[in-house]
């Protein structure tokens, strides 16, 4: 485990964080796994339906992550039902996913609620960021409301189980185009902000009429070049005053919807 434990050393993650996330290290053989299940035995066909090894046309069977940083992904309740492994010498591709089973739906998961979910009951306010390292590292600095969409955007089933636990939800975001064109698709797909004109067609925008979106879904920008763990690690006080000054979805989209929709008309406007 030298290769990770040196990159997570390089990353500022400390032991504390290791234990508290199950953080891990896949070996490049690509047998210990399976050697290791065999002995406390668990079978070939039980390792297949946990998607952690894979069987190709030719029967070979071969495990799923090698040679990876290991990330456990845990329900609500805080059982491991998956895991993500990221390449730890940058070579394509970055992270991958334990694919979908019975217990492991990446669209109704949502990475670290099982330790955000009390910081959530007593505060209110769920703050969503991309990553695993930007939740580890918001959680190292005591800001333990942090949680990650893993990468994509949020889906219905996603933005449910928030809504059940936050009466405030922040999405904090990178400012740049593709970030921005994200955050529209979340919030016309999952937050259903928009109505059926939607906001790609010309004339008209509805906004979606139920008022408790709008009051509960507050937009943070954050500084060009930086994600969460960069800046937390940076200047930790930062992040808080960034959290802070988020501002409702409605000022958020006022700001760069103009920009995709020239208002030279009255009906634009």
């Known amino acids: 485990g030298t ?25 490049s053989t690509g047998n210990e796994l399976m050697r290791a299940m065999e002995h406390e035995g668990v079978s070939t066909q039980q390792l297949l339906a946990t998607g952690l090894v894979t069987q190709d046309e030719r029967g070979q069977i071969r ?9 456990a992904i845990r329900n609500v309740g805080g059982e491991i039902v998956g895991f993500a492994g990221r390449s730890l010498d940058d070579s ?3 992270y991958i996913n334990s694919p ?20 959530l009951a007593n505060e209110g306010m769920a703050v969503i960021v991309e990553g695993y390292m930007d939740v580890i590292t918001a959680h190292k600095y005591g800001y333990r409301n942090v949680i990650a969409s893993m990468g994509t955007s949020l889906t219905e089933s996603q933005v449910n189980l928030l809504k059940q636990r936050a ?8 400012p740049d185009n593709a970030g921005q064109e994200a955050t529209l698709r979340s919030l016309e797909d999952s937050w259903k902000v928009f109505g059926k004109s939607g906001m790609g067609q010309k004339g008209a925008m509805t906004l979606f009429q139920a008022p408790s979106v709008l009051d509960t879904l507050r937009i943070a920008l954050l500084p060009e070049g930086k994600d969460p763990d960069t800046l937390i690690n940076e200047d930790p006080m930062a992040w808080y005053k960034l959290i802070h000054s988020a501002v409702p979805v409605i000022d958020y989209l006022f700001d ?13 406007k």
């Open 3 to 27: 290769l990770a434990r040196n990159y997570l050393t390089k990353r500022k993650v400390q032991a504390a964080e290791i234990q508290q996330f199950g953080l891990g290290y896949s070996p």
């Open 63 to 71: 495990e799923m992550f090698r040679g990876r940083l290991m990330f």
């Open 92 to 94: 394509p591709p970055k």
């Open 100 to 119: 979908q089973t019975d217990l492991f739906d990446k669209g109704k998961l949502l990475y670290g609620l099982d330790l955000a979910k009390d910081m």
């Open 167 to 174: 009466k405030i939800i922040i999405l904090a975001l990178d």
């Open 256 to 268: 760069v919807l103009p920009a995709r929709n020239p208002t030279t008309g009255s009906q634009e």
